[in-house]
């Protein structure tokens, strides 16, 4: 099936849920990511900053760039003047440096708090208290160039179902919690509008529970290169 194909599939699965498609475009060549723009997907997500640096600046301005992979602090200047959504915020110090940068470059960067919600160890991410620790953070309430629109999470890489909806729902849950009790929105820096989860193997899941973002890309274009 064709890219175009499948991400008009994809689309049409989502069509009944709150959740739009980032297409994953991770080691994807520039011909594969024209013909996804082709198709109608404008919201690219890329794991490496060097990769998402390098493709932004060929390809059209429409697109709309998402950090999705782990961002280290020392690689935020590269991506600052034109990052649309960083989903990868892990702590205090990283959020500094985004505002820093967004400062230098006159925006206010759209950040998602990362949450640790998998049993894998190697996953990145904050507890459910380290995120309401950074939210309740002085030095936050004095950030300018910096907006919380929401939560990022990543389920355990496994077959069983059951836990993986366990672990999106505890996200949902803690997303509509901080929603509900408006954290942090009197600062002007948070808006709980987006819920990223779900990748290729589990969107629909995602989906189902509320996601407003899902990450695709095997599912699109087949196993990486």
């Not at 499948?6 to 849920?17: A, R, V, Y």
């Not at 942090?184 to 973002?213: F, H, K, P, R």
Request: with cysteine; hydrophobic share 45%.
């Amino acid at each position: 099936m064709s890219i175009a194909a499948q991400i008009s599939l994809i689309n049409k699965q989502l069509n009944d849920s709150t959740a739009r498609l980032i297409v994953v475009t991770k080691t994807r060549s520039i011909e594969e990511l024209q013909e996804t723009q082709a198709a109608g997907a404008i919201e690219f997500g890329e794991n490496r900053v060097q990769e998402m640096v390098e493709k932004q600046a060929v390809l059209s301005k429409d697109i709309l760039w998402h950090q999705i992979g782990h961002l280290q602090t020392n690689k935020v200047k590269y991506i600052a003047p034109f990052v649309h959504l960083i989903h990868s915020v892990d702590s205090l110090n990283l959020l500094k440096e985004i505002n820093k940068q967004g400062a230098k470059n006159n925006r206010v960067i759209n950040c998602l708090l990362q949450l640790f919600i998998a049993t894998e160890e190697s996953k990145f991410g904050l507890d459910f208290n380290e995120a309401e620790a950074l939210l309740a953070d002085a030095s936050f309430a004095e950030m300018k160039n910096i907006r919380i629109v929401g939560l990022m999470g990543m389920a355990s890489f496994t077959a069983d179902e059951q836990q993986i909806r366990r672990e999106f729902k505890s996200l949902a849950d803690f997303f509509q919690q901080l929603k509900n009790n408006k954290t942090g929105v009197s600062t002007g820096l948070v808006e709980w509008t987006e819920l990223s989860m779900g990748m290729s193997g589990d969107y629909l899941i995602a989906a189902e529970l509320g996601a407003t973002l899902v990450r695709v890309g095997s599912a699109i274009f087949g196993p990486r290169h």
